[in-house]
Nanobody
Framework: QVQLVESGGGLVQAGGSLRLSCAVS????????MGWFRQAPGKEREFVAT????????KYADSVKDRFTVSRDNAKNTAYLQMNSLKPEDTAVYYC?????????????????WGQGTQVTVSS
């Protein structure tokens, strides 16, 4: 059974940085596309970033482009989301997700496996 565990969330002031990690077990990490999504209270889950299985292709939501960086270490079965210049509007629960061949890399419904989420709170 594939399991994803996020870590690295917390409380940070606006302009600060956090790095989220997503450790994957129970599957072949190197074949998965890894996605990051977030969900703020009262809002739908939204796409943040995704990285293909070899780490060459990456996509970002416009709202985080040039501030967030997605990466992966296939030797460690771990994906990362480096978040810089954080804003209060980045406050949400952040989820990582995995899929061997997502039909739509930006759609939550395309991902097969999900972590439990980690809270990120950015104070103004």
């Amino acid at each position: 059974q594939v399991q994803l565990v996020e870590s690295g969330g917390g409380l940070v002031q606006a302009g600060g940085s956090l790095r989220l990690s997503c450790a994957v077990s129970g599957g072949t990490f190197s074949i998965y596309h890894m996605g990051w999504f977030r969900q703020a209270p009262g809002k739908e889950r939204e796409f943040v970033a995704t990285i293909a299985w070899m780490g060459v292709i990456k996509k970002y939501a416009d709202s985080v482009k040039d501030r967030f960086t997605v990466s992966r270490d296939n030797a460690k079965n771990t994906a990362y989301l480096q978040m810089n210049s954080l804003k209060p509007e980045d406050t949400a629960v952040y989820y990582c997700a995995a899929a061997p061949n997502p039909r739509n890399w930006l759609a939550p419904s395309s991902y097969d496996y999900w972590g439990q989420g980690t809270q990120v709170t950015v104070s103004s």
